[in-house]
């Protein structure tokens, strides 16, 4: 039945098929490089408040002129639009602190229950934002996520360790998206623009269905209870980093779009959820603001028809009901 | 269980190991026993339509021979039987949902039945597959099979089952009744067209996926926007399916089993019937012999003739799916080869270069296309109803990025497609054989580096799944 040579042949084939890519896979690098440059605007800056969010701040926060109604403080945004705890957490320990700048104030504004929803942001078009902020070996991201983008079967498991650059597609793909952009750019406008018309062809509100997925997902964790196990949120990690580096830490919940009357309608579950949250964050010596219930934030500052972001034009009135929550954190 | 599941890369080795262990007729109960394992791996019931049909198909073609008096009865209950299981899984609630909409305009009650059954993966192809061998077996071009193992093997074979080449019983039959010699170079070739299907897929495809969809999520695209998803959506399909067809021929290839080919370069055609004679060629021929041609085909003058093109169109609409965007899409592909008769018989194409040709073709593609994509009719219209002439500038630049974007995924096509080519070929002797060793095992293990290093962070079903 077998011709020897042809299925020796076969064989070489095969182990050629098998081995080559895996041994590609171990000479490339498995994560996309560390971007250090946030580290040198921070020391060259060295702001007394430093703000970590995802595009809830674009409009939401002017920073020179909460600086300036904060007694002429210098403020720092650290946000990137997409980010979730996990990139929080490596922003806040590979950032700012190893920026030993030591702001009077690190300030993280955040969604209902992102705050304990680790892997909310952390796959698909997420996951090179979170790749830059973090060191090739980062016991945290093992603790919390490492089984996760494992797999959780031992045939992923075994798969991901012969071909290992599984999370190396990330960066390829933000990496086919840059040429992309920059092939166009060739012959048009400038990236920065062609991105910003990209953004706003498929803002969330121009996406039919999109705007709810994305509350729901914001939301996931409406309906159990508030766990700040470390193996399972980045919360306790981003506290007892701060703790570490002696820095003040304080965490405010952002308003998301209300109803016609001004009021955000709130399950019972959520109030409880956010009751322990707020309990537990104060246990652990840090500050919590919630802007949920505040009514000087009202709906025409929200972008329409249901989306969280601030409206352009309410960017100014927005970033003084935030220097109103954040005041009583700093000292006079 | 589906071709890019990590179970399947359990599966397909445990059968292969098996299967060149035992004889041809313990080949063939592998085979069955192996398909049904993976048609009811997530849906067992999935099997009862299949069984069905197998036992109804099976006995009403020995039946033909048997009682030469009885064919036609045997031969009308055996569609029947096959129109009925479409009917009921496919079609019924797409007919009440009409029905209910009339009874509504003319204003009586609607019917308060509720008919949604979940759609069985390949129903349309195996359906289609057993009525060819049936109607063959009426004709007399094969003879009814004997031997129910060979027939549900026939019907099962887990490669090409939920999403082909409809196979017909003249080529299938024959290999499951003829001893399979194990081939080292034919299983080269399989495990790099498998790779190259895998590529496809999940590269490919399921790249173009995300900017498919989030063109189709806008509520209000713009004309450039809306057409550069369109673009996408045309790469995907194509990557797709043809990924899948890549697959099951390259697994057949691995038992010894040759598969039809059903893809060859569509996007090069020149012309629309050219494209059909390209694209998914085991359902046009299988439609071309079963519906076209004893509808009457060229015969009784083109006003007759053009009614049986339109007609076998709209059943190849309603083939896909039980939604009035694909009967549409039918009809303007029947449409666009009547057009395409007519400028023929005025001598018109004569005068287009090859290049021309391919464009146009490929740009009436495109439009069958969002006939296709896009199921809501309201949305259909406003897609059509955009302007080029009212777009910002900006908006033909986010098209130009996301064709862009969608082309670099597409590259490995283009290169297949030149390297595969006939110029390819003469100039450069490039063919696979030629290739060696070496150069086979080195494209095959960049398309596994590619499917490790470029794969689609998110995956889907095969798009022909759902027909």
């Not at chain 1, 309906?223 to 700040?228: A, E, L, R, T, W």
């Not at chain 2, 130009?400 to 030149?418: G, S």
Request: glycine residues 8%; positive net charge.
């Amino acid at each position: 039945m077998f011709k020897s040579k042809e299925s020796l042949r076969l064989l070489i084939f095969m182990a050629l098929v098998l081995t080559v890519p895996a041994v590609v896979s171990h000479v490339l690098p498995a994560k996309g490089h560390f971007d250090a440059k946030p580290i040198a605007r921070l020391r060259a800056k060295k702001p007394n408040i430093v703000i970590l969010s995802d595009s809830m701040v674009d409009n939401g926060v002017d920073p020179e002129l909460l600086g300036k109604l904060l007694g002429g403080r210098r403020v720092e945004l650290l946000w990137y639009g997409g980010t979730a705890s996990a990139v929080w957490y490596f922003r806040l320990k590979n950032y700012i602190v190893a920026s030993d700048v030591h702001p009077e104030l690190v300030c993280i504004l955040f969604r209902d229950c992102v705050l304990t929803n680790p892997t909310f942001r952390t796959g698909g078009i997420y996951r090179s934002k979170l790749e830059t902020a973090m060191h090739p070996d980062e016991p945290t991201y093992q603790l919390v996520l490492g089984k996760g983008f494992a797999g959780e079967g031992d045939m992923q498991r075994w798969l991901d360790k012969i071909y290992s650059l599984d999370a190396r597609r990330y960066a390829l793909h933000e990496k086919i998206e840059q040429s992309s952009l920059r092939l166009v750019a060739t012959a048009g406008p400038a990236v920065s623009k062609l991105r910003r018309w990209i953004n706003h062809t498929f803002a969330l509100t121009n996406l039919s269905g999109a705007g709810a997925e994305e509350a729901a997902a914001v939301t996931k964790a409406r309906q159990s209870k508030f766990d700040p196990d470390p193996r399972r949120s980045f919360l306790p990690h981003m506290v007892a980093t701060a703790a570490e580096a002696r820095l003040p830490l304080c965490f405010v919940r952002v308003k998301r779009h209300p109803s016609a009357d001004g009021t955000v309608e709130q399950s019972e579950s959520l109030r409880k959820y956010i009751s322990d949250l707020r309990k537990w964050i104060e246990d652990h010596g840090c500050f919590f603001a919630d802007d949920t219930e505040n009514a000087a934030r009202t709906p025409d500052m929200f972008v329409q028809p249901v989306s969280d972001h601030t409206a352009a034009s309410a960017r100014e009135r927005s970033t003084e009901l935030y220097a109103d929550k954040l005041r009583p954190f700093l000292s006079p | 269980m589906t071709f890019h599941s990590l179970n399947y890369l359990i599966f397909l080795p445990a059968v292969l190991a098996l299967y060149w262990a035992l004889s041809r007729r313990g080949q063939n109960v592998l085979l069955v026993a192996a398909s049904y394992i993976f048609y009811g791996w997530e849906h067992p019931w999935f099997l009862l339509p299949l069984w069905g049909s197998t036992l109804v198909d099976f006995g009403c073609a020995l039946g033909m021979e048997r009682f030469p008096l009885r064919r036609r009865l045997l031969l009308v209950t055996s569609i029947v039987v096959s129109v009925a299981l479409l009917g009921t899984f496919k079609y019924a609630g797409f007919v009440l949902e009409n029905v209910n909409v009339l009874l509504t305009d003319f204003g009586s009650d609607p019917l308060r039945v509720v008919f949604q059954l979940v759609l069985p993966a390949g129903l349309s192809f195996y359906t289609f597959q057993s009525i060819g061998y049936v109607v063959d077996v009426y004709v007399g071009r094969v003879r009814a099979e004997r031997n129910l193992l060979d027939y549900a093997l026939y019907v099962s074979f887990f490669p090409q089952l939920v999403a082909g080449p409809i196979e017909r019983a003249g080529h299938m039959l024959p290999q499951y009744h003829s001893n399979r010699v194990f081939d080292p170079v034919g299983w080269r070739a399989g495990l790099t067209l498998m790779l190259w299907g895998f590529f496809k897929k999940i590269v490919i495809a399921d790249n173009a996926a995300p900017i498919v969809n989030k063109v189709f999520a806008l509520t209000h695209p713009s004309f450039p926007v809306i057409w550069a998803g369109v673009f996408g959506f045309a790469v995907q399909i194509y990557a797709d399916f043809s990924g899948y067809t890549d697959i099951a021929r390259g697994t057949a290839r691995l038992l010894g089993i040759e598969l039809m080919h059903n893809f060859n370069h569509p996007y090069i055609a020149t012309s629309p019937a050219d494209f059909w004679r390209r694209w998914h060629i085991s359902l046009s021929s299988w439609l071309r012999d079963f519906i076209y041609i004893p509808l009457g085909g060229n015969r009784g003058g083109p006003a007759r003739a053009s009614f049986h093109l339109i007609a076998t169109f709209a059943i190849t609409g309603l083939w896909h799916g039980a939604s009035w965007n694909y009967v549409l899409w039918g009809l303007y592909w029947g449409f666009l080869i009547l057009v395409q008769r007519f400028l023929g018989w005025l001598g018109v194409t004569k005068w287009f270069p090859w290049i021309a040709k391919v464009a146009m073709t490929f740009g009436v593609t495109c439009v069958s296309w969002l006939l296709f994509r896009e199921r809501n009719l309201g949305k259909l219209l406003h897609d059509f109803s955009q302007s080029p002439f009212a777009t910002a500038t900006g908006q033909w630049w986010v098209g130009a990025y996301l064709i862009t974007l969608v082309f670099i995924y597409a590259a490995p096509l283009i290169i297949h497609l030149v390297a595969t080519s006939d110029f390819a070929r003469r100039r450069f002797a490039i063919t696979w054989p030629n290739l060696g060793l070496l150069g086979e095992a080195g494209v095959a293990a960049l398309l596994l580096l590619g499917i490790v290093l470029a794969r689609s962070i998110t995956t889907s079903d095969f798009i022909y799944f759902q027909f």
